[in-house]
């Protein structure tokens, strides 16, 4: 059972933020973290930054996945960190997670997503890779 660092199940919430209409990636994704213990949340299509920020904060969340594959990661992932940080909740880590160019996960890292993940990454090492963040970053 994945569980961060204090023996809870790590928590997950997953988004779909603009107007992406397709979510099977993340509903796949979402099913092999709660297959390996973790808490999911699925905010659903359509998420604006403000409302899944909304969510992490409420849920407790100690990741923010977002999952992207309409081309507009850097727009929204500013946004994102703004208002974690505008709400004090820049501990909750956030990953990426879709299909883009290589030279914007490489700009996303800069700018403080903690991990991309891209379309083509197992789902065995997607649960070891929030585990390890998780355990990484340690206790809230």
Same mark, same amino acid.
């Given at each position: 059972m994945a569980r961060n660092v204090?023996?809870?199940p790590i928590r997950v919430l997953l988004a779909k933020v603009g107007l992406d209409g397709h979510d099977r990636g993340v509903k796949i994704v979402a099913r092999t973290l709660r297959d390996?213990?973790?808490d999911v949340i699925y905010?659903? &299509?359509h998420r604006s930054p403000e409302e899944v920020v909304t969510a992490a904060i409420q849920e407790d969340v100690d990741i &923010?996945? !977002?999952s992207v594959l309409s081309g507009v990661q &850097?727009?929204?992932f500013p946004k994102i960190f703004h208002l974690l940080k505008e709400n004090a909740a820049d501990d909750i880590i956030v990953v990426a997670g879709g299909v883009m160019p290589d030279e914007d996960a490489i700009a996303l890292r800069k700018m403080g997503v903690r991990? !991309?993940?891209l379309q083509d990454t %197992? %789902?065995?090492a997607i649960v070891e890779t929030l585990?390890? !963040?998780v355990a990484e970053r340690g206790p809230r």
């Open positions: 204090m023996s809870q390996n213990g973790m905010t659903g &299509l &923010l996945g !977002v &850097l727009t929204i991990e !991309v993940l %197992p %789902p065995r585990c390890r !963040v």
